[in-house]
């Protein structure tokens, strides 16, 4: 009953600790794909919560419940020909491989690792949640008291205490082009 | 940061009592809008449910979420350029017009109210819950133990006690050309 999909959609699925420069590298690459023409839609997790996930904590269910949506959403504006841009903390391999499992019936799903060592985070800390974690005060907090599950076998991984964002995002933008989804 | 939306996005929002024909007349008009090669997304409320709203109840709070959600996905699709084709009891005005917001910042919102009186939906009963929220079983159950506030200004009003589906899905479509969103 639904016609082919438009061919260009698929999924850049940004993963890493709070503070690792998912946002800022995301919203980066959202607007060079934009700039050229491209129809983005960036699902960040902070925001998406809002309007997927009210009432969502982070527990490991909760979480799982959260990234599933998203992926979910994701699949479907991919497969209506989007380039959707997820930044998610995205914790658990299992639910980042469910997110890619929903994407790629459609279209192409790159999982991007966005890395910082939790120390590195922790000296960032742009939300003040880690100060309050490692206080002992946020439980589920992710890289101080609850896990974060690196993945396995992304298409890129990005080191943020290497590289500056513009060129974390260039990266990003070279590895669409390599693979046919950008020019 | 996002680019000016493909143009043939929009949302047909098909609102009205459980039984009333929501699914069997969307489906018509999805099909139809995809033979002749739109893009074209379902999101039937009861499927959508797996997806978005797991967890969430018939109380007036969560069928407020769910449609808040439902609208939200639909207007970030429509953006995209999809044909969103809505079936969702949604049997409060104030979140049918709040998912229309959301549509409207980005592109037409068609609201469409498939009409059929509780007595006649009560004796189709597809899935035997009338006979049970008629005994009393059921709390939360639209037109019997909940309300439906009746659309104030639908774009079409469909009566499936007089049309078969098949027209009432054509009325659908002979509307959508008439707006200048099929043809």
Chains 1, 2 share one sequence.
Not at 38 to 46: I, R, T
Not at 61 to 75: L, M
Request: proline share 5%.
């Amino acid at each position: 009953m639904i016609p082919d999909a438009p061919s260009s959609g698929y999924t850049v699925w940004f993963t890493g600790l709070s503070g690792a420069g998912k946002t800022t590298v995301s919203r980066l690459v959202a607007a060079e794909l934009a700039r050229s023409g491209v129809h983005v839609e960036v699902l960040d997790g902070d925001v998406v919560r809002t309007h997927l996930s009210k009432g969502l904590g982070f527990s490991k269910e909760d979480r799982d419940t959260n990234i599933e949506r998203i992926g979910w959403v994701a699949s479907r504006l991919a497969r209506a020909g989007t380039a959707v841009v997820v930044a998610a903390i995205s914790p658990y391999e299992a639910s980042r491989r469910r997110a890619r499992e929903l994407t790629e019936a459609f279209a192409p799903f790159l999982e991007v690792h966005v890395r910082a060592s939790v120390e590195e985070c922790a000296r960032r800390d742009p939300k003040g949640l880690y100060a309050r974690a490692l206080a002992g005060e946020l439980a589920d907090f992710t890289g101080v008291s609850a896990p974060y599950e690196e993945p396995l076998t992304p298409e890129l991984m990005l080191d943020t205490e290497l590289d500056e964002p513009e060129a974390s995002a260039g990266r990003v933008i070279k590895m669409l082009g390599a693979r046919g989804l950008f020019r």
